[in-house]
Protein backbone atom coordinates (compact mmCIF):
# COMPACT_ATOMS: atom_id res chain seq x y z
CA UNK A 1 0.00 0.00 0.00
CA UNK A 2 1.25 3.32 -0.95
CA UNK A 3 0.93 6.16 1.10
CA UNK A 4 1.99 8.87 -1.58
CA UNK A 5 3.07 8.80 -4.87
CA UNK A 6 6.36 11.46 -4.46
CA UNK A 7 8.02 12.70 -1.40
CA UNK A 8 9.91 15.68 -1.62
CA UNK A 9 12.57 15.86 1.11
CA UNK A 10 13.33 19.89 2.01
CA UNK A 11 10.68 22.90 1.65
CA UNK A 12 13.62 25.23 0.75
CA UNK A 13 13.08 27.03 -2.92
CA UNK A 14 13.92 23.92 -4.76
CA UNK A 15 12.04 21.07 -3.05
CA UNK A 16 8.85 23.81 -3.06
CA UNK A 17 9.60 24.30 -7.12
CA UNK A 18 9.60 20.58 -7.11
CA UNK A 19 6.75 19.48 -5.44
CA UNK A 20 4.78 22.14 -7.19
CA UNK A 21 6.09 20.98 -10.46
CA UNK A 22 4.72 17.58 -9.94
CA UNK A 23 1.36 18.13 -8.17
CA UNK A 24 0.77 20.26 -11.32
CA UNK A 25 1.15 17.11 -13.32
CA UNK A 26 -1.49 15.23 -10.97
CA UNK A 27 1.01 13.37 -9.13
CA UNK A 28 0.29 13.19 -4.96
CA UNK A 29 2.93 14.70 -3.33
CA UNK A 30 4.12 15.22 0.09
CA UNK A 31 6.48 17.51 1.09
CA UNK A 32 8.45 17.64 4.24
CA UNK A 33 10.89 19.49 6.15
CA UNK A 34 12.26 19.45 9.65
CA UNK A 35 11.60 22.93 10.54
CA UNK A 36 8.51 24.72 11.77
CA UNK A 37 8.15 27.11 8.32
CA UNK A 38 9.21 26.42 4.56
CA UNK A 39 12.43 28.13 3.39
CA UNK A 40 14.49 29.07 6.58
CA UNK A 41 18.16 27.54 5.51
CA UNK A 42 19.92 28.31 2.60
CA UNK A 43 16.91 29.37 0.91
CA UNK A 44 16.52 32.31 3.46
CA UNK A 45 20.21 32.96 3.40
CA UNK A 46 21.55 34.20 -0.26
CA UNK A 47 21.90 37.66 -2.27
CA UNK A 48 18.49 37.14 -4.14
CA UNK A 49 19.96 37.84 -7.28
CA UNK A 50 18.69 36.98 -10.75
CA UNK A 51 21.56 35.32 -12.20
CA UNK A 52 21.76 35.93 -15.98
CA UNK A 53 24.16 32.54 -16.63
CA UNK A 54 27.58 34.12 -16.98
CA UNK A 55 29.69 32.69 -14.95
CA UNK A 56 29.55 28.64 -15.79
CA UNK A 57 30.74 26.36 -18.69
CA UNK A 58 28.46 26.74 -21.23
CA UNK A 59 27.01 23.44 -21.64
CA UNK A 60 26.76 22.88 -17.39
CA UNK A 61 23.48 22.42 -15.83
CA UNK A 62 24.51 25.75 -14.23
CA UNK A 63 24.14 27.52 -16.81
CA UNK A 64 21.38 25.63 -18.87
CA UNK A 65 19.18 25.78 -15.83
CA UNK A 66 20.03 29.49 -14.41
CA UNK A 67 19.09 31.00 -18.30
CA UNK A 68 16.27 28.72 -18.30
CA UNK A 69 15.14 29.59 -14.64
CA UNK A 70 15.40 33.21 -14.99
CA UNK A 71 13.17 33.51 -17.99
CA UNK A 72 10.64 31.72 -15.51
CA UNK A 73 11.15 33.65 -12.91
CA UNK A 74 11.06 36.80 -14.62
CA UNK A 75 7.54 35.28 -16.24
CA UNK A 76 6.22 34.32 -12.50
CA UNK A 77 7.36 37.36 -10.99
CA UNK A 78 5.33 39.41 -13.38
CA UNK A 79 2.27 37.35 -13.79
CA UNK A 80 2.00 36.04 -9.78
CA UNK A 81 3.26 40.20 -8.44
CA UNK A 82 6.27 38.51 -6.72
CA UNK A 83 8.07 41.40 -6.03
CA UNK A 84 11.68 41.70 -8.07
CA UNK A 85 13.57 44.62 -9.72
CA UNK A 86 15.35 43.87 -13.23
CA UNK A 87 18.14 46.46 -11.80
CA UNK A 88 20.81 44.41 -14.47
CA UNK A 89 24.34 44.78 -13.20
CA UNK A 90 28.05 45.55 -14.02
CA UNK A 91 30.79 43.40 -13.54
CA UNK A 92 34.42 45.82 -13.36
CA UNK A 93 37.91 44.88 -14.25
CA UNK A 94 40.35 46.52 -12.40
CA UNK A 95 43.52 45.73 -14.75
CA UNK A 96 44.37 44.00 -17.87
CA UNK A 97 44.16 40.19 -16.45
CA UNK A 98 40.68 40.89 -15.05
CA UNK A 99 39.22 42.94 -18.50
CA UNK A 100 40.51 39.50 -20.60
CA UNK A 101 38.77 37.55 -18.19
CA UNK A 102 35.87 39.72 -18.95
CA UNK A 103 36.07 39.77 -22.79
CA UNK A 104 35.72 35.84 -22.70
CA UNK A 105 32.48 36.32 -20.68
CA UNK A 106 31.80 38.33 -23.08
CA UNK A 107 32.10 35.71 -25.49
CA UNK A 108 30.59 33.03 -23.76
CA UNK A 109 27.47 35.39 -23.30
CA UNK A 110 26.99 35.97 -26.97
CA UNK A 111 27.18 32.01 -27.72
CA UNK A 112 24.29 31.83 -25.00
CA UNK A 113 22.55 34.33 -26.20
CA UNK A 114 22.67 36.07 -22.96
CA UNK A 115 22.89 40.01 -23.52
CA UNK A 116 26.02 41.20 -22.64
CA UNK A 117 27.68 44.88 -23.40
CA UNK A 118 30.77 47.16 -22.85
CA UNK A 119 30.33 50.11 -21.22
CA UNK A 120 33.09 52.72 -21.80
CA UNK A 121 35.33 54.02 -18.19
CA UNK A 122 33.45 57.26 -19.16
CA UNK A 123 30.13 56.11 -19.63
CA UNK A 124 30.15 54.64 -16.62
CA UNK A 125 31.51 57.43 -14.45
CA UNK A 126 28.41 59.20 -15.69
CA UNK A 127 26.40 56.47 -14.85
CA UNK A 128 27.50 55.38 -11.17
CA UNK A 129 29.98 58.45 -10.10
CA UNK A 130 30.24 56.47 -6.68
CA UNK A 131 31.95 53.10 -8.73
CA UNK A 132 35.65 52.49 -9.94
CA UNK A 133 36.17 50.75 -12.64
CA UNK A 134 40.15 50.87 -13.80
CA UNK A 135 39.83 49.14 -16.76
CA UNK A 136 36.24 47.93 -17.78
CA UNK A 137 32.88 47.56 -17.33
CA UNK A 138 30.75 44.81 -18.66
CA UNK A 139 26.88 45.22 -17.79
CA UNK A 140 24.37 42.58 -17.64
CA UNK A 141 21.05 43.72 -18.50
CA UNK A 142 19.20 40.70 -17.62
CA UNK A 143 20.77 40.27 -13.85
CA UNK A 144 18.15 41.42 -11.28
CA UNK A 145 17.04 40.65 -7.93
CA UNK A 146 13.66 38.83 -6.34
CA UNK A 147 12.07 38.18 -3.14
CA UNK A 148 13.04 34.57 -2.22
CA UNK A 149 10.48 34.50 0.72
CA UNK A 150 7.60 35.61 -1.90
CA UNK A 151 8.91 33.49 -4.33
CA UNK A 152 8.78 30.24 -2.32
CA UNK A 153 5.22 31.35 -0.63
CA UNK A 154 3.49 31.50 -4.21
CA UNK A 155 5.18 27.77 -4.71
CA UNK A 156 3.67 26.20 -1.88
CA UNK A 157 0.39 27.90 -2.90
CA UNK A 158 1.16 26.33 -6.43
CA UNK A 159 1.72 23.02 -4.50
CA UNK A 160 -1.18 23.06 -2.09
CA UNK A 161 -3.96 24.47 -4.66
CA UNK A 162 -3.32 20.92 -6.25
CA UNK A 163 -3.49 19.01 -3.96
CA UNK A 164 -0.46 18.75 -2.40
CA UNK A 165 0.72 18.32 1.21
CA UNK A 166 3.05 19.72 3.27
CA UNK A 167 4.01 18.18 6.87
CA UNK A 168 6.52 21.08 8.44
CA UNK A 169 8.48 20.23 12.10
CA UNK A 170 8.78 16.55 10.31
CA UNK A 171 12.40 15.11 9.61
CA UNK A 172 13.39 12.45 7.38
CA UNK A 173 15.31 9.96 9.63
CA UNK A 174 15.49 6.99 7.58
CA UNK A 175 15.03 5.48 4.40
CA UNK A 176 14.75 1.75 3.11
CA UNK A 177 14.27 0.29 -0.55
CA UNK A 178 11.92 -2.43 -0.73
CA UNK A 179 13.14 -3.84 -4.53
CA UNK A 180 10.64 -6.88 -4.44
CA UNK A 181 7.96 -3.94 -4.51
CA UNK A 182 10.06 -1.22 -5.42
CA UNK A 183 8.85 0.80 -3.09
CA UNK A 184 10.51 3.45 -0.61
CA UNK A 185 9.60 3.07 3.27
CA UNK A 186 10.72 6.69 4.84
CA UNK A 187 10.54 7.25 8.60
CA UNK A 188 10.07 10.49 9.98
CA UNK A 189 10.66 11.92 13.64
CA UNK A 190 8.45 15.07 14.66
CA UNK A 191 7.12 15.98 18.28
CA UNK A 192 4.67 13.24 17.79
CA UNK A 193 6.53 10.68 17.57
CA UNK A 194 7.54 8.50 14.53
CA UNK A 195 5.76 7.42 11.66
CA UNK A 196 6.39 5.22 8.44
CA UNK A 197 4.81 6.15 5.45
CA UNK A 198 5.23 4.34 1.75
CA UNK A 199 6.32 6.10 -1.66
CA UNK A 200 6.97 5.28 -5.06
CA UNK A 201 9.24 8.08 -5.35
CA UNK A 202 11.73 10.40 -3.47
CA UNK A 203 13.37 13.33 -4.37
CA UNK A 204 15.90 14.49 -1.93
CA UNK A 205 15.97 18.03 -2.46
CA UNK A 206 17.60 19.05 1.57
CA UNK A 207 19.90 21.56 0.58
CA UNK A 208 22.86 21.22 2.63
CA UNK A 209 21.77 17.66 3.99
CA UNK A 210 21.38 16.37 1.17
CA UNK A 211 24.50 14.24 1.08
CA UNK A 212 23.14 12.61 4.70
CA UNK A 213 20.01 11.57 2.97
CA UNK A 214 21.30 10.39 0.15
CA UNK A 215 23.87 8.74 2.55
CA UNK A 216 20.42 7.04 4.20
CA UNK A 217 20.19 4.59 1.19
CA UNK A 218 23.29 4.24 -1.02
CA UNK A 219 25.42 1.29 0.26
CA UNK A 220 28.73 3.23 2.09
CA UNK A 221 31.08 2.82 -0.74
CA UNK A 222 28.51 5.57 -2.58
CA UNK A 223 28.41 8.01 0.13
CA UNK A 224 28.66 11.14 -0.08
CA UNK A 225 30.84 13.58 2.33
CA UNK A 226 29.34 17.23 2.05
CA UNK A 227 31.09 20.74 2.68
CA UNK A 228 30.48 23.88 3.57
CA UNK A 229 31.41 27.01 2.33
CA UNK A 230 29.87 29.93 4.58
CA UNK A 231 29.49 33.38 3.14
CA UNK A 232 29.25 36.71 5.57
CA UNK A 233 27.04 39.46 4.12
CA UNK A 234 27.81 42.82 5.72
CA UNK A 235 25.07 45.77 5.98
CA UNK A 236 25.77 49.57 4.88
CA UNK A 237 24.40 51.94 7.35
CA UNK A 238 24.80 54.85 5.05
CA UNK A 239 22.72 56.04 2.10
CA UNK A 240 25.59 57.62 0.38
CA UNK A 241 27.52 56.39 -2.11
CA UNK A 242 24.73 54.74 -4.02
CA UNK A 243 24.34 52.76 -6.74
CA UNK A 244 21.28 52.03 -8.81
CA UNK A 245 22.89 48.10 -9.53
CA UNK A 246 24.60 45.56 -8.75
CA UNK A 247 27.86 45.76 -8.71
CA UNK A 248 30.58 43.12 -9.03
CA UNK A 249 34.00 42.39 -8.95
CA UNK A 250 35.57 39.88 -11.04
CA UNK A 251 35.65 36.90 -8.88
CA UNK A 252 39.16 35.99 -7.48
CA UNK A 253 38.76 32.29 -6.14
CA UNK A 254 36.54 29.51 -7.33
CA UNK A 255 34.09 29.02 -4.58
CA UNK A 256 32.24 32.32 -5.11
CA UNK A 257 31.27 35.27 -7.12
CA UNK A 258 33.77 37.68 -4.97
CA UNK A 259 32.60 40.20 -2.29
CA UNK A 260 29.89 42.26 -4.30
CA UNK A 261 27.51 45.03 -4.02
CA UNK A 262 24.10 44.05 -4.17
CA UNK A 263 20.70 46.01 -3.30
CA UNK A 264 17.46 44.74 -1.59
CA UNK A 265 14.08 45.70 -2.77
CA UNK A 266 13.95 48.50 -0.30
CA UNK A 267 17.60 49.81 -2.30
CA UNK A 268 19.46 49.04 0.75
CA UNK A 269 23.10 48.26 0.04
CA UNK A 270 24.59 45.25 1.31
CA UNK A 271 28.19 43.55 0.93
CA UNK A 272 29.36 40.15 0.29
CA UNK A 273 29.33 37.28 0.62
CA UNK A 274 32.94 36.27 0.80
CA UNK A 275 34.17 32.63 1.86
CA UNK A 276 34.71 31.22 4.94
CA UNK A 277 35.13 27.50 4.51
CA UNK A 278 33.50 25.66 8.16
CA UNK A 279 33.07 21.79 9.12
CA UNK A 280 29.95 22.33 9.88
CA UNK A 281 26.90 24.14 8.97
CA UNK A 282 25.27 25.12 12.53
CA UNK A 283 27.07 28.56 13.32
CA UNK A 284 25.73 31.27 11.13
CA UNK A 285 26.75 34.12 13.18
CA UNK A 286 28.70 36.24 10.28
CA UNK A 287 32.28 36.81 10.44
CA UNK A 288 33.58 39.80 11.55
CA UNK A 289 36.64 39.23 11.82
CA UNK A 290 36.60 38.83 8.02
CA UNK A 291 35.23 42.51 7.80
CA UNK A 292 38.86 43.90 6.90
CA UNK A 293 39.52 41.87 4.07
CA UNK A 294 35.96 42.92 3.13
CA UNK A 295 36.75 46.16 3.43
CA UNK A 296 39.67 45.93 1.37
CA UNK A 297 37.46 44.00 -1.75
CA UNK A 298 34.63 46.47 -1.78
CA UNK A 299 37.15 49.60 -1.62
CA UNK A 300 38.48 48.84 -5.04
CA UNK A 301 35.63 49.39 -6.88
CA UNK A 302 33.30 51.77 -4.33
CA UNK A 303 36.55 53.77 -2.89
CA UNK A 304 34.54 55.78 -0.47
CA UNK A 305 32.55 53.44 1.25
CA UNK A 306 33.25 53.77 5.07
CA UNK A 307 34.36 50.99 7.12
CA UNK A 308 32.69 52.49 9.83
CA UNK A 309 29.11 52.19 8.70
CA UNK A 310 30.07 48.28 7.34
CA UNK A 311 28.29 45.89 9.93
CA UNK A 312 28.17 41.95 10.19
CA UNK A 313 24.76 41.73 8.76
CA UNK A 314 23.81 37.66 8.29
CA UNK A 315 25.45 34.78 6.78
CA UNK A 316 24.62 32.00 4.80
CA UNK A 317 26.46 28.61 3.72
CA UNK A 318 26.75 27.10 0.27
CA UNK A 319 26.33 23.07 0.30
CA UNK A 320 29.81 22.28 -1.48
CA UNK A 321 30.76 18.91 -2.70
CA UNK A 322 34.17 19.17 -2.11
CA UNK A 323 36.84 21.01 -0.04
CA UNK A 324 39.00 23.93 -0.67
CA UNK A 325 41.76 22.08 -2.39
CA UNK A 326 39.18 21.22 -5.27
CA UNK A 327 39.99 23.69 -7.92
CA UNK A 328 37.83 22.30 -10.73
CA UNK A 329 33.84 23.60 -11.42
CA UNK A 330 31.29 21.43 -10.10
CA UNK A 331 28.02 21.61 -11.51
CA UNK A 332 24.84 20.51 -9.92
CA UNK A 333 23.74 17.07 -9.57
CA UNK A 334 20.26 16.21 -10.32
CA UNK A 335 20.17 12.75 -11.41
CA UNK A 336 18.13 9.16 -10.70
CA UNK A 337 20.74 7.00 -8.77
CA UNK A 338 21.18 3.78 -10.44
CA UNK A 339 19.79 0.50 -8.92
CA UNK A 340 17.07 3.16 -6.87
CA UNK A 341 14.24 3.62 -9.43
CA UNK A 342 12.31 7.07 -8.84
CA UNK A 343 15.02 8.05 -5.61
CA UNK A 344 16.44 11.19 -7.50
CA UNK A 345 19.46 13.25 -5.85
CA UNK A 346 19.73 16.88 -5.96
CA UNK A 347 23.14 17.43 -5.21
CA UNK A 348 25.00 20.70 -4.28
CA UNK A 349 22.48 23.13 -5.32
CA UNK A 350 24.27 26.11 -4.29
CA UNK A 351 24.54 28.98 -6.51
CA UNK A 352 22.31 29.71 -8.51
CA UNK A 353 20.31 27.61 -7.71
CA UNK A 354 17.49 30.28 -6.27
CA UNK A 355 17.48 31.56 -10.10
CA UNK A 356 17.76 28.32 -11.87
CA UNK A 357 14.75 26.32 -8.86
CA UNK A 358 12.07 26.44 -11.68
CA UNK A 359 13.36 25.15 -14.00
CA UNK A 360 15.29 22.35 -11.68
CA UNK A 361 11.30 21.71 -11.26
CA UNK A 362 11.12 21.14 -14.53
CA UNK A 363 13.67 19.04 -15.24
CA UNK A 364 12.89 16.62 -12.22
CA UNK A 365 9.73 16.18 -13.59
CA UNK A 366 11.14 15.26 -16.94
CA UNK A 367 13.18 12.71 -15.06
CA UNK A 368 9.41 11.15 -13.73
CA UNK A 369 8.43 11.37 -17.16
CA UNK A 370 11.58 9.21 -19.47
C1 LIG B 1 25.64 32.86 0.54
C2 LIG B 1 24.77 32.40 -0.59
C3 LIG B 1 24.37 33.29 -1.59
C4 LIG B 1 23.57 32.86 -2.65
N1 LIG B 1 23.13 33.79 -3.56
C5 LIG B 1 22.34 33.37 -4.57
C6 LIG B 1 21.84 34.31 -5.52
O1 LIG B 1 22.01 35.51 -5.38
N2 LIG B 1 21.13 33.84 -6.57
C7 LIG B 1 20.89 32.52 -6.75
O2 LIG B 1 20.30 32.15 -7.77
N3 LIG B 1 21.30 31.61 -5.84
C8 LIG B 1 22.00 32.01 -4.76
N4 LIG B 1 22.41 31.11 -3.82
C9 LIG B 1 22.00 29.73 -3.96
C10 LIG B 1 20.57 29.49 -3.48
O3 LIG B 1 20.29 30.23 -2.31
C11 LIG B 1 20.39 27.99 -3.23
O4 LIG B 1 20.81 27.28 -4.37
C12 LIG B 1 18.97 27.61 -2.93
O5 LIG B 1 18.40 28.44 -1.94
C13 LIG B 1 18.96 26.15 -2.44
O6 LIG B 1 17.65 25.81 -2.11
P1 LIG B 1 17.36 24.37 -1.55
O7 LIG B 1 15.89 24.22 -1.51
O8 LIG B 1 18.14 23.36 -2.31
O9 LIG B 1 18.00 24.34 -0.08
P2 LIG B 1 17.39 24.88 1.31
O10 LIG B 1 16.73 26.16 1.16
O11 LIG B 1 18.45 24.77 2.32
O12 LIG B 1 16.26 23.80 1.63
C14 LIG B 1 16.57 22.51 2.08
C15 LIG B 1 15.56 22.16 3.13
O13 LIG B 1 15.74 20.79 3.49
C16 LIG B 1 15.35 20.65 4.84
N5 LIG B 1 15.90 19.41 5.39
C17 LIG B 1 17.21 19.08 5.51
N6 LIG B 1 17.33 17.85 6.08
C18 LIG B 1 16.07 17.40 6.29
C19 LIG B 1 15.53 16.20 6.84
N7 LIG B 1 16.32 15.21 7.31
N8 LIG B 1 14.20 16.07 6.93
C20 LIG B 1 13.36 17.07 6.49
N9 LIG B 1 13.82 18.23 5.95
C21 LIG B 1 15.15 18.38 5.86
C22 LIG B 1 15.93 21.90 5.51
O14 LIG B 1 15.26 22.20 6.71
C23 LIG B 1 15.74 22.96 4.42
O15 LIG B 1 14.60 23.76 4.66
C24 LIG B 1 23.19 31.51 -2.74
C25 LIG B 1 23.58 30.62 -1.74
C26 LIG B 1 24.34 31.06 -0.67
C27 LIG B 1 24.73 30.10 0.41
Same mark, same amino acid.
Given at each position: ??????????????????????????????L???????????????????????Y????????????????????I???A?????N???????????E?????????????????????????????????????? @???? /????? $? *? =????? !?YL?? %?? &?????????????????????????????????????????????????????????????????????????????????????????????????L??????????? @???? /????? $? *? =????? !????? %?? &?????????????????????????????????????????????????????????????????????????F?????
Open positions: MVDFSHLVVGAGVVGLSVAARLSRAGASVLVDRHGAIGTEISARNSEVIHAGLYPPDSLKTQLCIKGKHMLYEAEKGIPYRCGKWIVAQNDSHEYLESMHLKARELKVPTEFLSLEQGRMLEPAVRARSA @ILHS /PTTGI $V *S =SHSLM !TLG %QH &EEHGGDLALNTAVSAMEFDQSRGLYSVLFRSEDGEMELKFENVVNSAGLSAPLISNMLLPTYRHLTPHYAKGSYYSYGLSKPKTNRLIYPCPAGHAGGSHLTLDLGGR @IRFG /PNVEW $V *S =SPDDL !TPDNT %QL &EDVYAAVQQYLPTVEKSSLKPDYSGIRPKLAGPDHKQFIDFIIREEEGFPGFVNLLGIESPGLTSSLAIGEEVELYKS
